[in-house]
Structure formats: C-alpha cells, structure tokens
C-alpha cells in the first residue's frame, strides 16, 4: 500500500473549529461522493489536531515551528494505482483541490507520499 499524505494548516481567516467543521462536514462527504470516480482509493481518514496545552508542549519540545490543523491519509493500492487516473477522476481530483483551496492554506500545508512499516 501507499499512502498520501497530507499535513493540513487552516486558511489564516478561519478558526481552528470552522476549519474542522468544513473539512469533516462538507469535505468529507464530498470525498465520499466523489469516491466511485476515484475507484484507487482505498481509504480516506482525517486526523483532526486537538486543541489542548500538550500538543503546543510536544510541538516545541521538539523544536517543531508551527502547527499543523491536522492531517488526512488517502490508500492506494500502489504507485500504478495512484497514477492511472480517467479523465473523470482527473475531474474529481480537481473538484477536491479546489474545494480544498476553500479552507486549507495550500501554500503553508505539505503533502507526500509514503509507505508504512507498522512496528506493533
């Protein structure tokens, strides 16, 4: 399996509430829909950050700058899986980009690939 991920700040003109309002409760259903038109995707889970002093703690506890809003991981069979896309899901991956660009800064947000070594 591959796994997308991407580590998620909010638009600087939204709460950290709004933000993961929009994400769970508009964006989260549009991935849903738009899923049969992605058929590669196996799993899509969103990680919302929780607001609480341990979290600034372990961040600058190891020198971390700013904080992401939280992360959504998207599975993939393989890289081929990742890459064999249709023209309609071309079209959704664009209507998910640009609904993210409503309330993700994309510009101060990181997005990659990896693959998972689970340890226990």
């Known amino acids: 399996m591959v796994k997308l ?6 638009r600087p003109e939204l709460s950290r509430e709004e933000f993961q309002r929009t994400w769970l409760d508009q964006h989260g259903p549009l991935v849903r829909r738009l899923r049969a038109a992605i058929p590669s995707m196996r799993r899509y889970v969103q990680s919302h950050t929780l607001d609480t002093p341990a979290n600034d703690a372990i961040r600058t506890s190891r020198g971390s700058a700013e904080a992401y809003d939280g992360i959504t991981e998207v599975w993939f069979e393989d890289l081929e899986a990742l ?3 249709s023209a309609e899901a071309a079209d959704a991956a664009r209507e998910l980009l640009e609904d993210e660009a409503r309330f993700i800064d994309l510009a101060r947000s990181s997005v990659f690939l ?3 070594h689970e340890i226990f």
């Open 83 to 85: 890459g064999a896309t």
């Open 114 to 116: 990896t693959v998972e």
């Open 5 to 10: 991920v991407f580590c998620c700040r909010r």
